[in-house]
């Protein structure tokens, strides 16, 4: 027979005592980790394969086993589990601890590779040496500190994936799409690329989506003639990045919202959602920081556009007999179509924007402005700085920085999802789609809600969805990734996801 929860409140001070079997699943897990770990100091490990395989099986069984201990027999609905109580999750000492690992990982992962054994020329030594063997038989080359990164952040997502199937295994909908990110992260995020790189080492990617704008750089010149010198299937690579970032993203957005990628397909998303699920009440919930939120992650997506176009400005020619798109016939044609689109959205949601619609006039404001000084300028520089050092300073600050050190080490103490939140440029890009014409929206029962507070509470993106609840407002925000843990949540069925007319707002 099932338990009953008679006590659902956020703030309840019980919560049960690690039993036997999930003390010794995390003392599997961990023991899996530290294997991993011992290879830091260059053990003489007799068959690296082995070692690894059990290494990383250890990690899968034993998140995959706590995870069911932990939610076996439950009722289903809110599970709360002391969220506000545990050390790790509000917070405390084991919280900061985890940042702090967690941080210094990402910092010696990005800039000190050498201390986690890999080698330029040589041979690796090692935590990069272990992974050597699985490199090889996936892509034929020896290991380097991504395929790791790469390798670690699939076991992650596939186990605490497991972990959060368990979880919410009574409501469809979250089940479907935690498959679904733990499908494209496995096959079309690392084992498609690599296997493909074993059999065609010209092409120039590491993942299959090629999606502008968050692969900042899928336009750079190394690029774009990689796909070019590769055949079909780089010409066909490069196609479909084109045909992804300016069909089907917005028909996609369109019917669905941005949740098809945000909750569904996205890595970034997938790793929030599963080994970030336990720290998503930590995001800021507060009115100054949904204003940061807007200005920080549009300003973001101003500076991708700007860039990205003085960068593929930089190697176009000025003679038009040789080729027909030509700096000048580039530069026109961003700026007609940031011309456009803006206008469009001007004239016809301006009243439903309001004020929005007049931040947006000023962003193409700014873009039109930089394309202008990008012309005038000598040595392909914009705002006076060189393209290229403008991107090198964008991967630093923003692909490396806040979406790896901060967007993720910092999970235990700004939530699962900064880096969405604040500085992708992808999620700002369909966000504003999502704001101006999709389907998506929550919708709200405001008689049924009880106002516990659970859906805002558990909305890592920093939506007050209560309000919307208590009013009875259908809920179309920008921010919203569609993840439906609000209505997994809330004991009234108070909310529900749906596709509608975007007229019905």
């Excluded at 830091?40 to 099986?57: A, Y």
């Excluded at 080729?323 to 959205?345: N, R």
């Excluded at 805002?456 to 569609?482: F, L």
Aim: aromatic share 16%.
């Amino acid at each position: 027979m099932n338990k009953i929860e008679h006590n659902m409140s956020l703030t309840a001070g019980y919560f049960p005592v690690l039993s036997a079997k999930q003390k010794i699943s995390l003392l599997i897990g961990i023991s899996g980790l530290f294997l991993l770990l011992l290879s830091l100091f260059n053990i003489e490990i007799p068959n690296t394969m082995s070692w690894l395989t059990v290494s990383l099986l250890m990690l899968i069984f034993g998140i995959s086993w706590h995870g069911y201990e932990s939610y076996k027999g439950l009722p289903e609905g809110i599970k709360n589990n002391g969220v506000w109580f545990r050390s790790l999750t509000n917070k405390g000492v084991l919280g900061w601890i985890t940042a702090v690992f967690l941080t210094l990982f990402y910092i010696v992962l990005y800039f000190y590779p050498q201390y986690l054994g890999f080698q330029e020329s040589g041979d690796n030594t090692g935590l990069i040496a272990l992974f050597d063997p699985l490199s090889k038989l996936l892509n034929g080359n020896p290991a380097s500190q991504w395929f790791v990164y790469g390798t670690l952040y699939t076991i992650a997502i596939f186990s605490f994936g497991i972990k959060f199937i368990f979880k919410y295994r009574h409501n469809r909908y979250e089940v479907i799409r935690t498959i679904s990110v733990m499908f494209f992260q496995t096959a079309f995020a690392f084992l498609i690329p690599e296997i493909m790189a074993r059999l065609n080492n010209t092409l120039p990617y590491t993942d299959l989506k090629n999606l502008w704008p968050l692969v900042y750089y899928n336009f750079d010149q190394y690029r774009v003639e990689g796909y070019l010198n590769s055949g079909t299937i780089g010409f066909a690579l490069l196609i479909f990045g084109l045909v992804a970032t300016f069909i089907i993203t917005p028909v996609l957005t369109y019917k669905y919202g941005k949740r098809w990628y945000c909750s569904w397909v996205c890595g970034c998303g997938g790793l929030a959602e599963t080994a970030g699920d336990p720290f998503r009440h930590l995001s800021n919930k507060k009115l100054s920081a949904w204003k940061l939120e807007r200005w920080l992650i549009h300003a973001v997506l101003v500076f991708v556009v700007l860039m990205t176009t003085a960068v593929v400005y930089s190697y176009l020619g000025e003679d038009s007999s040789k080729y027909w798109l030509t700096k000048d016939t580039f530069l026109i044609g961003v700026a007609l179509f940031i011309t456009i689109v803006f206008a469009l959205i001007f004239i016809f949601k301006r009243n439903e924007l309001k004020k929005d619609a007049r931040y947006g006039a000023i962003g193409a404001f700014v873009i039109i402005v930089g394309l202008l000084l990008l012309h005038f300028s000598t040595g392909n520089t914009l705002f006076f700085i060189p393209a290229e050092t403008l991107k090198k300073a964008y991967g630093f600050l923003i692909g490396a920085i806040f979406s790896g050190v901060i967007g993720v080490g910092f999970y235990p103490l700004l939530g699962s999802r900064a880096w969405c939140r604040f500085g992708c440029p992808m999620a700002a890009m369909m966000g504003i789609q999502q704001r101006l014409f999709s389907k998506f929206r929550i919708t709200t029962n405001g008689g049924q809600c009880i106002s516990c507070g659970n859906c805002s509470t558990y909305c890592e993106m920093g939506i007050d969805v209560r309000a919307y609840a208590q009013k009875g407002q259908n809920i179309v925000r920008a921010g919203c990734v569609g993840c439906g843990i609000c209505s997994a949540v809330c004991p009234r069925g108070v909310l529900k996801l749906e596709n509608g007319s975007w007229k019905n707002v």
